[in-house]
């Protein structure tokens, strides 16, 4: 997974600012549920497997320290050049280190701990990870980790890989090689009760679960271009997304789904 991710940290950022998809949707509805839990002026928070600081860098532009984490050293160059392009060193500490081993974090130090981006799906032990991500948070702080969805991923099912779907449904796991087999790493893709189970084992008591997105995905595959372009669409799109991304009845068939939990 390192060495996929040293070499696809140079274009990470360019593929994803030339995805209208992912700016104009799945961006704003991610940012829409991190507000919601953001710790008051001064508070302290880990991005976790945040690569190359999509999240890390905003969230210094509003003043919060935040400790940036990623197995990556490539992504982390990345990472490093933007903030000191914005002048924006001296608010977040960058570490290269393992989701699933934290120990040179301070114990129960942060406010919130967020890992976005899939990395506990991505990790090959997430229940390590969440145990780590647990350890790290304060009590009464909060963990928000976002993971590939079960559901969303047997597409083997319109491919009529009928075998492919049934180990995808009943153990959730697959593989990512992109191009380069040679760089392939482990998936892990969650239901919404198994990433819950793993939270309470850790003392992460779940407050919010949001589908990412839950409808857009749905709209035939013409018809999604133009409701990106068009202003008042995408305004009645992102309101539905909103709206509707905490229901427990669409939640977990979006595409990916992040998990909120407090810690007792």
Same mark, same amino acid.
């Given at each position: 997974?390192? !060495?996929?991710?040293?070499?696809?940290?140079?274009t990470?950022?360019?593929?994803?600012?030339e995805?209208?998809?992912?700016?104009?949707?799945?961006?704003?509805? %991610?940012?829409?549920?991190?507000?919601?839990?953001?710790p +008051?002026? /001064?508070?302290?928070?880990?991005?976790?497997?945040?690569?190359?600081?999509?999240?890390a860098?905003?969230?210094a532009?509003?003043?919060?320290? @935040? %400790?940036?984490?990623?197995? +990556?050293t490539?992504?982390?160059?990345?990472?490093r050049?933007?903030?000191?392009?914005?002048g924006?060193?001296?608010r977040? %500490?960058?570490?290269?280190?393992?989701?699933?081993?934290?120990?040179?974090?301070?114990?129960?130090?942060?406010d919130?701990?967020?890992?976005?981006?899939?990395?506990?799906?991505?990790?090959g032990?997430?229940?390590?990870? @969440? !145990?780590?991500?647990?350890?790290?948070?304060?009590p009464? /702080?909060?963990?928000?980790?976002? @993971?590939?969805?079960?559901?969303?991923?047997?597409?083997?099912?319109?491919?009529?890989?009928?075998?492919?779907?049934?180990?995808?449904?009943?153990?959730?796991?697959?593989?990512?090689?992109?191009?380069?087999?040679?760089?392939?790493?482990?998936?892990? !893709?969650? %239901?919404?009760?198994?990433?819950?189970?793993?939270?309470?084992?850790?003392?992460?008591?779940?407050?919010? @679960?949001v589908?990412k997105?839950?409808?857009?995905?749905?709209l035939? +595959?013409?018809?999604?271009?133009?409701?990106l372009e068009?202003?008042?669409?995408?305004?009645?799109?992102?309101?539905?997304?909103i709206?509707?991304?905490?229901?427990?009845?669409?939640?977990g068939?979006?595409?990916?789904?992040?998990?909120?939990?407090?810690?007792e």
């Open positions: 997974m390192e !060495a996929f991710h040293d070499k696809d940290a140079p990470y950022d360019q593929r994803y600012d995805s209208p998809f992912f700016v104009k949707v799945y961006e704003p509805v %991610t940012w829409n549920n991190i507000r919601r839990f953001l +008051s002026p /001064g508070g302290r928070i880990l991005d976790a497997g945040g690569g190359t600081g999509r999240w860098v905003p969230l532009r509003m003043g919060y320290q @935040v %400790t940036l984490t990623d197995i +990556s490539g992504m982390l160059e990345v990472a050049h933007k903030l000191e392009s914005e924006l060193l001296d977040v %500490t960058i570490q290269r280190m393992d989701i699933c081993d934290m120990r040179n974090l301070l114990d129960e130090h942060f919130l701990v967020m890992a976005q981006g899939d990395p506990l799906s991505y990790c032990d997430p229940g390590r990870a @969440v !145990a780590e991500l647990a350890q790290v948070t304060r009464g /702080g909060r963990v928000i980790g976002s @993971v590939d969805s079960r559901i969303a991923a047997v597409q083997a099912m319109a491919e009529g890989d009928w075998d492919q779907a049934e180990r995808i449904l009943a153990t959730g796991e697959m593989s990512w090689w992109g191009n380069e087999p040679a760089l392939a790493f482990p998936i892990h !893709a969650f %239901t919404v009760g198994e990433l819950q189970t793993l939270f309470e084992r850790h003392d992460l008591r779940v407050v919010r @679960v589908g997105p839950v409808f857009f995905r749905r035939p +595959s013409e018809v999604r271009p133009r409701v068009e202003e008042d669409g995408l305004a009645r799109l992102l309101d539905l997304e709206r509707y991304a905490d229901d427990p009845g669409w939640a068939s979006a595409g990916h789904f992040e998990m909120v939990g407090v810690k």
